[in-house]
């Protein structure tokens, strides 16, 4: 088993004015390849701790992943650290890499300067990843030796420039170090609560085989993701055993399952109507685009989706959705049959095959005893007809929002499936 | 000045299903009171790793602040470590933790388990701290002696359970250990590459006293912000120099500076349009309802908001926003004429003050050699009359969304000012 510690380097991380995104991708791309992540670590902008920790971490480590400190400012000093602690001997200028800085500066009609230029600035002991996205390279040393081989990789902060190299660190990983086997799958399920899921599988969780561990990740957008995972044994046995268990676990849960690994509600939905040929119409006012933006997130999305409108007014809910005046004195427009009104409306606007209408209260104001802050209507039409569910969540006005747009979603799965 | 480290605890974290949003979040909060956070790490749900790393941490911080581990599932050892690790003596269940744990499984029409009782059960040499939004309480433990006197904090990995605990935990820190004091200050810039701007501001930047620290963080939504640090000063003389030098960067920098603190693009938008008694209508096409959600994640936005519509379709265009069939045929979809047609169509629409359209290509697909992947035209239409803007952007499809609606609320900023 290859172990694996990744370095994320920045004051703006430790004051907390950034959060950390790429170690989570990073790992995800070296369990992939079965290396085991140890620890994540996080160190200011300061020589001495970068130093210290990176000197832990390789002697704890067989794989050292830093991200952060490369770019053209006076904070960013990674390059220096890792140049003394890797005992380089100078540095030259990467010729690709400085073409493609080059480049980048006249596409933009900027000139290209010292700041720029000494991006493409490497030490001579590291193998150069050219950075096609951006202007700093990313750097693989190579420490240790014989069964000790070590690798250190330094690549930048930036998620989109990181990501786009990740595929040659892979490469060299599986080269250099020979990584084992590590086996996770994971199943998505919406609708129900950590601690009453946990109750439902206790019985079943005792008695799994003991390397196999379970794991139970709660998210407000996705639901709970069950993530069953195996390390170290032979790949064919791990595969096995655990879609052995998943089938065990789907069947457990039943319709609670939407989904496996990275599916989201969204891209359930997306797959489901587009399977289907069917087109989407949706109707916001508490979630005021939410939905809309979590679909159009995926590629393609122009596929399923006709459009949308998001009427917070009641003027607008009349005149675009036509929604009965009478309906709004009577009932309300946090209601079921404003939402209702609100659903046939956006669907027949767009003439659409389905729709999805949301009506409710995020906060922190507009709450009333009858109807709560996180009160929500949803109302689904299509084939089926029309039908509406009537949720209160407990969060604040972000986190209520991303509730309210989950129901309306997973509402959407449950009815046309 | 105190030190302080962060450990999040979860297996979650290391194999990068979940992005830790929690440890930026208390390291505002600490240093809000005058901590310095040294050290950000994660550990995986092994016992014997979390025992290593916090008595490494321990010993080289004053403050040691842990996430996670606390939920009702198998995974969730945290607070056994830590019984073993301040030798506690025995454990009992927290009374008003308890009854808080029943109401909620009341409320939710659920059964109490054992293990949602046991969320109650705490070790006997702590100071609880009931979580009033969840069920796990929060712990804290003193450590150490006299002028070597530390803090041990546990709190749940939730991130809005923890955070309705710190308001608690930063007055038992200010009480028990006294911290020094930290000056931050940060403003925001937009429209400008961070090379550029570094190169805008090397002279004045190696003339800061050698105390203040300028940092850069770049955010595709945001823009770049401009962070100013001066450590272990004295509060009077701290506040000054970095006024001092924040009004010297603002006059440099003109109208590229939107903002201070936390102030995002869609939070000057709120309170511009606020203070005027405005209201905005959006069409958004490319964007697909992302413009709108940032400003409805704002309370009170329902106030500046009249309301917006997702046109997909060219036939959504011309129904809905009158958009002319000729300007489709002539100029196509992602093209001025028709920017301007949907920001005029929706501002009648919603009979609003401003309007904003985009319209462009996300990816990855529906690039022309014209028309290139990541293109957007946006038009913002007014008081001022009817503006537009095109700008070309090459990232992938959700950063393409993001910097196409952080620029259509840049540009109507422009505008209105």
Not at 28 to 33: F, H, S
Not at 41 to 62: A, P, Q, T
Not at 77 to 82: E, F, G, H, N, P
Not at 295 to 307: A, D, K, R, T
């Amino acid at each position: 088993m290859i172990n694996a510690a990744i370095c994320t380097i920045g004051d703006e991380i430790l004051i907390g004015q950034i959060v950390d995104t790429n170690s989570a991708y990073i790992s995800r791309e070296l369990n992939g390849i079965g290396v085991r992540v140890t620890t994540k670590i996080s160190i200011g902008d300061n020589f001495d701790d970068i130093l210290k920790s990176l000197r832990i971490c390789i002697s704890e480590n067989d794989l050292v992943v830093v991200t952060g400190g490369l770019g053209p400012t006076k904070d960013d000093i990674t390059k220096k650290v890792l140049s003394v602690l890797t005992k380089s001997q100078s540095f030259y200028y990467h010729d690709e890499q400085l073409e493609f800085i080059k480049m980048i500066c006249n596409k933009r009609g900027l000139e290209v300067s010292d700041l720029n230029r000494d991006q493409a600035l490497v030490p001579n002991n590291c193998i150069v990843i050219p950075n096609k996205m951006g202007t700093a390279p990313g750097m693989v040393f190579d420490l240790g030796e014989g069964s000790n081989k070590k690798m250190l990789v330094s690549l930048p902060g930036v998620p989109y420039e990181m990501e786009g190299m990740m595929p040659y660190v892979n490469n060299l990983i599986s080269k250099k170090l020979s990584p084992g086997y590590i086996h996770h799958k994971t199943i998505v399920t919406y609708g129900i609560a950590e601690a009453s899921l946990a109750k439902m599988l206790e019985e079943w969780e005792d008695n799994l085989d003991k390397d196999v561990k379970l794991a139970y990740l709660p998210n407000p957008a996705i639901g709970i993701r069950l993530r069953l995972s195996v390390y170290n044994r032979e790949r064919e046995s791990s595969i096995k055993i655990v879609d052995r268990y998943l089938t065990e676990l789907k069947s457990k849960l039943g319709s609670l399952v939407y989904g496996e690994g990275e599916d989201t509600l969204e891209t359930l939905i997306f797959s489901i109507l587009k399977n289907k040929g069917k087109r989407l119409a949706i109707a916001e006012s508490c979630t005021g685009g939410t939905i809309m933006s979590r679909l159009v997130s995926i590629p393609g999305s122009s596929e399923i989706i006709c459009g949308g409108v998001i009427t917070y007014s009641n003027e607008s809910k009349i005149n675009l959705l036509k929604v009965q005046p009478e309906t709004l004195d009577k009932y309300g427009a946090v209601s079921r049959e404003c939402a209702q009104e609100m659903a046939l409306g956006v669907k027949e606007l767009y003439n659409a095959d389905y729709a999805i209408a949301t009506t409710g209260i995020a906060g922190p104001g507009g709450g009333t005893d009858m109807k709560p802050v996180g009160s929500v209507w949803v109302s689904v039409a299509g084939d089926f007809g029309i039908d509406s569910s009537y949720k209160v969540f407990t969060g604040d006005r972000t986190r209520n929002i991303t509730r309210f747009s989950s129901e309306a979603l997973n509402f959407l799965r449950i009815k046309i499936l």
